[in-house]
């Protein structure tokens, strides 16, 4: 009898350990799928493709804190777009195709990126 519940007590633990190295694989997991850096890089492609996309007199409106996180720069230059979302200090930025001149802008609230001819 005292057997049995020996081998039923290391079986017990082994389960909870096991349950243990689960769980923690699995938040680190989400936390690499929910970063910022993914977050960052979709607000950079998503407003290339709007710049790409749109026409002169255009004006874009990215409110500073969104779905994303909280916009802290907005910079559009060498044919790139470069977003720092969360205090994020590094971005490649995602390359944008426009024949137009390209300017960005802010204020407290919002950022602005204008579309004008050349």
Known sequence: MN???DLLQ???IHLILI???FGLF???AES???SRAIKQQILEKQTALLIDSAVPE???TLKRVNQYGTI???EVKQGRVFILVNKIGDSRGYPYFSR???SSDSDKDNFYIKIKEK
Request: hydrophobic share 55%.
């Open 26 to 28: 699995f938040m680190a």
């Open 32 to 34: 690499r799928v929910n």
């Open 3 to 5: 057997k049995k519940a």
């Open 58 to 60: 255009t004006t874009l």
């Open 10 to 12: 290391q079986v017990i």
């Open 72 to 74: 802290d720069n907005i």
């Open 100 to 102: 137009y001149s390209i």
């Open 19 to 21: 349950a243990l190295i």
